[in-house]
Nanobody, 127 residues
Framework: QVQLVESGGGLVHTGDSLRLSCVVS????????MGWFRQAPGKEREFVAG????????RYARGMGARFTISRDSDKNTLYLQMNNLKPEDTAVYYC????????????????????WGQGTQVTVSS
């Protein structure tokens, strides 16, 4: 079993940056495909970015790759999401997720592609 704990959210202004972290605990001897999703009030959960098991392939939702960067530090069992030039429409709860599969290919972009989720961290961007 794997547990995911996100941190790094907060209240920022338009144009600011934040770095979200997701610490993986439990069965850390295995490296997982990981993803970031977000959910704004009244909207469905949407994919933001993903990174494969080796960390050499990433995937971004359309339009997010220019401002967001996903990375991982396997030694620290931590996933990151660097978010730059934040906009009010980025306001949401951000979740990290782990995929238990063996594949090393490009990470999935659907919530059903992932097996375990964190509790989320709130990001609020004021105009």
């Amino acid at each position: 079993q794997v547990q995911l704990v996100e941190s790094g959210g907060g209240l920022v202004h338009t144009g600011d940056s934040l770095r979200l972290s997701c610490v993986v605990s439990g069965r850390t001897s295995y490296t997982y495909t990981m993803g970031w999703f977000r959910q704004a009030p009244g909207k469905e959960r949407e994919f933001v970015a993903g990174i494969n098991r080796p960390g050499d392939r990433t995937r971004y939702a359309r339009g997010m790759g220019a401002r967001f960067t996903i990375s991982r530090d396997s030694d620290k069992n931590t996933l990151y999401l660097q978010m730059n030039n934040l906009k009010p429409e980025d306001t949401a709860v951000y979740y990290c997720a782990a995929d238990y599969g063996w594949s090393v290919s490009i990470p999935g972009s659907e919530p059903d592609d992932y097996d375990t989720w964190g509790q989320g961290t709130q990001v609020t961007v004021s105009s």
